[in-house]
């Protein structure tokens, strides 16, 4: 193991009690130094948490409201998360529209003026939905379009969907809406599969497009809580960590590509589920080793976990804490949800590293565990994979093979001009999805273009992983900027969703 210097850490050289004496003796020059020069391997101590952060490469950030923007919050912190301004609760207007966001510009605009990075939290949420509140797929996707435009790269990370899996670790997702918008398909017993209704999957799909097109480099991060450690009290599985990780893992990789970035809120409490167990690390590096950057969001440790103690016990909690995410090169950061215990959503936790209120602000043990923490440094080997020993295997991946109500399949066409098509359709009364597969020839390509008739009636509602010229008639599908490139002898899939029937449909495909 060895202790990574990162990029933005300073290194000292200090010089003291120096003196030197030139001595000329036949010719030559001598120099001599006394006492010797004092090189500082490491980084300075820093003072605030944020300098210490970023000294270790990640940021340390807090969640707030306008009112509580009192100079603690640039000076400690350099990221900022909206703790209620964002939800749609406060600006969603009717079909999808923005609205209200006097309070979240006032948090935009003291982020960008103190330097500090924005979380947008949060757009498809069960709770605080205000009146996105049942709304149809169609709906949230202009809200999605709306809100990642209100403030484009002003925002670094957003959370795309917040909370969707049930609690008591049941590993199911929730059942209230946008849940309702789900739709298995097959009956397999998961909403994997390409004819599948996913919310989860739409609505990436849909940030992701807003993103590609906009060249807005945002990144989009599905969050929960109780996902934090691979086990919950008593060891057994933690089954709602696992079903974000099949979650994730499977809009995170090809052919979807779609999530960046998971939230793992961290509000860590004596229920059962929530409580910070010891494969917290393990559980972060497995998320990282799908590629994608892991956060601690929400941040706050009940007392009931030091047996009431805000001192040496609930310090130490924080220090394992922190230390968990250092130790995993892609944890990029931790957020603590507010600033003081009496200001908290729960006050009566006392869970946060400040005491005091208004502004006035005193420092908890907890605070300077953290930031002694934080001025440690990562101790990991940048690009190590594999999570630690006592990390259990991952669940294996869900099922992507779709299947009922009814699959057809056409050959590829002749592979002329350096690729070919094929398309395999799911089919059901009045609707399908179209998987088209693009395959290279014998040489690699960077671009492709795909042309296909639809039957006479039938329309394209949705296209993902392509460019879309029309909805109906001709259409010709292009490469989006991730999957253009396609090695000799591989192939990529891009799919869509049309109403009315889709058979006999021949693609063609012509490289760039
Ligand atoms: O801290 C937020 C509190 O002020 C609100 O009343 C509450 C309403 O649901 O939401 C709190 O923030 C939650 C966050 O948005 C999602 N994860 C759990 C947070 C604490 O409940």
């Known amino acids: 193991m060895h202790v990574n210097s990162s990029p933005g850490r300073a290194r000292n050289l200090r010089i003291s009690g120096l003196a030197v004496a030139i001595l000329v003796a036949s010719g030559a020059v001598a120099l001599t130094v006394s006492p010797p020069f004092t090189a500082i391997g490491e980084a300075a101590t820093a003072e605030t948490l944020r300098a210490a952060a970023a000294q270790a490469d990640l940021f340390f950030g807090v969640a707030a409201s306008p009112a509580r923007l009192s100079s603690i919050v640039g000076r400690e912190f350099g990221q900022l998360t909206a703790e209620n301004d964002m939800k749609p609760a406060t600006i969603a207007g009717p079909g999808g529209t923005v609205q209200n966001t006097g309070n979240a510009d006032t948090l935009v ?32 996707n202009t809200y999605i379009q709306n809100v990642l435009l209100k403030w484009g790269n002003k925002i670094s990370h957003w959370d795309v969907v917040n909370e969707a899996l049930d609690d008591n670790n049941t590993g199911q997702r929730r059942n209230q809406w946008p849940h309702t918008l789900d739709r298995d398909a097959n009956g397999d017993g998961d909403y994997f599969d390409p004819s599948d209704t996913d919310y989860i999957r739409d609505s990436f799909r ?71 167990t010891d494969d917290l690390q393990a559980n972060i590096q497995r998320f990282a080793d799908l590629g994608v950057e892991v956060q601690l969001t929400e941040l706050d440790i009940d007392d009931d976990l030091s047996n009431n103690d805000i001192g040496q016990g609930q310090a130490d909690n924080y220090r394992k804490v922190v230390r968990a995410c250092l130790n995993v090169a892609k944890c990029t950061g931790i957020t603590v949800w507010g600033i003081s215990d009496s200001e908290s959503w729960r006050a009566s936790e006392r869970g946060l590293l400040f005491t005091g209120s208004n502004g006035s602000y005193q420092k908890k043990a907890a605070y300077s565990a953290v930031l002694d923490e934080l001025n440690k440094g990562r101790q990991t080997t940048p690009g190590s994979s594999g999570p630690p020993s006592n990390s259990s295997s991952p669940p294996s991946s869900p099922s992507t093979s779709s299947s009922s109500p009814s699959t057809s399949s056409s050959s590829p066409s002749d592979p002329t001009a350096g690729c070919s098509a094929g398309v395999t359709l799911n089919s059901w009364n009045g609707g399908f999805v179209a998987t088209v597969r693009v395959t290279a020839g014998a040489e690699p390509i960077d671009g492709w273009s795909v042309s296909l008739t639809l039957p006479a009636g039938a329309t394209v509602t949705s296209a993902w992983n392509a460019n879309q010229s029309a909805t109906s008639g001709t259409v010709h599908f292009t490469n989006v900027s991730y999957n253009g490139r396609v090695d000799a002898g591989q192939s990529t899939e891009f799919g869509f969703q049309g109403t009315g029937t889709g058979t006999g449909m021949t693609p063609t495909c012509t490289a760039a």
Request: hydrophobic residues 30%; proline residues 2%.
């Open 109 to 140: 605009n003291y982020a960008q003026t103190n330097n500090m990075t924005v979380r947008g939290h949060t757009m498809v949420w069960y709770s605080q939905a205000g009146s996105l509140s049942g709304a149809s797929q169609s709906t949230l």
């Open 206 to 276: 849909q940030a992701r497009q807003v993103v590609e097109q906009s060249g807005l480099t945002t990144k989009l991060c599905i969050n929960d809580y109780d996902i934090e450690g691979l086990t919950v009290k008593g060891g057994a599985r933690n089954k709602k960590s696992d079903a974000m990780y099949d979650i994730v893992k499977m809009y995170s990789q090809e052919p979807y590509k779609y999530i960046d970035c998971v939230g793992l809120q961290s509000h860590f409490n004596d229920n059962p589920n929530s409580i910070i």
